[in-house]
């Protein structure tokens, strides 16, 4: 059960890298390692008879809006009126 907890950490701490960094190359790069982390902990927890993991915040992100459907937010302004 610790390596599953372990490869979560791991993956999280990846994801986080990934997220402030400027270098596109390297982001893609530590995505990519917390990709594996997670296919790792997906493996442990099937091992273990447990559910698979959450996916990352940036996937389910993804999932969730669709650029160019309906489902994008639209920014509302406070201070248009519509008369």
Do not use: N, W
Request: aromatic residues 4%; positive net charge.
């Amino acid at each position: 059960m610790k390596l599953l907890v372990e490869y979560l950490e791991r993956a999280v701490q990846l994801e986080r890298l990934a997220a402030s960094e400027r270098d596109a190359k390297f982001k893609e790069q530590l995505c990519a390692q917390a990709q594996a982390y997670r296919k790792l902990a997906a493996k442990r927890a099937k091992d273990y008879g447990l559910p698979d993991p959450s996916p990352s915040e940036a996937a389910r992100a993804a999932s969730e809006i669709k650029p160019g459907t309906l489902d994008a937010p639209i920014p509302i302004h406070r201070h248009l009126r519509i008369d």
